[in-house]
């Protein structure tokens, strides 16, 4: 998918929601776990309810890696079922990969071609001949880990180096690599104060934004200091939707929590 046709989408949709599937066999209801592959009968519903809420989904692919070759057959059931059905959303695989240059490619190949994933998450830390297999692909787009929104993000990535903080000097390097317009940022939610900062250094680029929801950032906040003129952001929220309840009324319970970041959402979009 272009960045045009994504932009185009939070247009009609009012919305730069992104829903976070990271299906746990723990957390899902119960009345589920009798079909064959529970991971995609929850996923499923979640998506036919918030498709019209929501301009983007993302598998977190731990949540399916830890189930085996069963949890990798839900994983890719759920992303054919998107681009059949909702082949306007756009899908990011968070998988947060990164490897020396023949591994990458085989990574960026098995997410972008196989899976046809219209973006993967990468970690910057293996450097230029790690990330730029990934940006080889035309319309496909790398989503590189900016600045996180865990505690841990303090131990490195904020580090002053040579004078600048690490985050700033892996962002505007990043800018120099092959084919970098292919490349969107993860900045967390959970960092509202450091968006000024980082849009000095990428005004243009797509942020995805996780970490409202569950982890406590503030989505006002974050769209006040990161919302670029073609808005720039995918908010993901994963637990705060998906998990809403665990009863037979789970998918309402979902679609109600989805709607309200929507409609918070479209409330930023009418006052910016
Ligand atoms: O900095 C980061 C990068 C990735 N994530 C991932 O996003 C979701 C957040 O889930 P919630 O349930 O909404 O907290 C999850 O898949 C994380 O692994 C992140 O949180 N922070």
């Known amino acids: 998918m272009t960045t045009q046709h994504l932009i ?3 247009h009609q949709k009012q919305s730069f929601l992104c829903v976070g599937l990271d299906v746990d066999l723990t957390k899902i209801p119960e ?3 009798q079909y064959e592959d529970p991971i995609f009968e929850f996923n499923k519903r979640i998506i036919d309810v918030t498709h019209d809420l929501a301009v983007s989904y993302k598998p977190n692919t731990a949540f399916y890696e830890a189930y085996g070759i069963k949890g990798w057959k839900s994983l ?3 992303i054919r079922y998107i681009n059949e059905k909702y082949p306007d959303i756009f899908t990011i695989a968070d998988a947060k990969r990164g490897d020396i240059g023949n591994t ?3 990574y960026a190949k ?3 071609e196989d899976l046809d994933f219209d973006s993967v998450t990468v970690a910057p ?3 230029k001949d790690s990330v730029e297999p ?3 692909f035309e319309n496909k787009h790398t989503i590189m880990l900016a600045l996180t929104s865990n505690e841990g993000a303090f131990d490195f990535q904020t580090l002053e180096v040579n004078g600048e903080e690490l985050y700033k000097k892996v962002i505007a390097t990043s800018k120099t690599w092959k084919n970098s317009q292919n490349l969107m940022y993860v900045v967390g939610a959970t960092k509202a104060e450091y968006f000024s900062e980082i849009r000095k250094i990428i005004p243009d680029s797509f942020l995805l934004v996780p970490g409202v929801g569950a982890q406590g950032g ?3 906040e974050v769209c006040c200091y990161g919302m670029n003129t073609n808005v720039g952001l995918l908010i993901n929220s994963s637990r705060g939707i998906i998990y809403a309840a665990s009863g037979m009324d789970f998918a309402e319970k979902a679609r109600a929590e989805a709607l309200k970041i929507q409609q918070e959402m479209q409330r930023i979009l009418a006052n910016r």
């Open 8 to 10: 185009q989408q939070i």
């Open 218 to 220: 503030s989505l006002s």
């Open 76 to 78: 890719e059931k759920t």
């Open 125 to 127: 830390y293996m450097g």
């Open 31 to 33: 009345h589920l776990l």
């Open 110 to 112: 098995a997410f972008l």
């Open 134 to 136: 990934f940006l080889a």
């Open 104 to 106: 990458s490619s085989m």
